[in-house]
Nanobody, 115 residues
């Protein structure tokens, strides 16, 4: 399983970014796919996920601002991030979750939100 995240960058507060995560195979193989982020000096935290059945889950800090979506034909998961805040700064990692909760990780893409 290979995951390639892209789309990070530097943006001002209030701006938007869209992250992409391209998988080497069908994302529908997995129970869930999603995004974690890791701020400097902090632990990695779950931002959002979407199950094979389409159920989404969001951390409270991003509800109403971030949207996860997927394109099954392209084996790609997206994270649309709007109204970005400095607190959203961090490295964003996409993941896929298989059986027994095993997670496969991409390399991450850096998002920096300036105030």
């Amino acid at each position: 399983v290979q995951l390639q995240a892209s789309g990070g960058g530097l943006v001002q507060a209030g701006g938007s970014l869209r992250l992409s995560c391209a998988a080497s195979g069908s994302i529908m193989r997995f129970n869930a796919v999603g995004w974690y982020r890791q701020a400097p000096g902090e632990q990695r935290e779950l931002v959002t996920s979407i199950t094979r059945g389409g159920t989404t889950n969001y951390d409270d800090s991003v509800k109403g601002r971030f949207t996860i979506s997927r394109d099954n034909a392209k084996n790609t998961v997206y994270l649309q991030m709007n109204s970005l805040k400095p607190g959203d700064t961090g490295v964003y990692y996409c993941y896929e979750e298989g059986n027994y909760g095993i997670k496969y990780w991409g390399k991450g893409t850096l998002v920096t939100v300036s105030s």
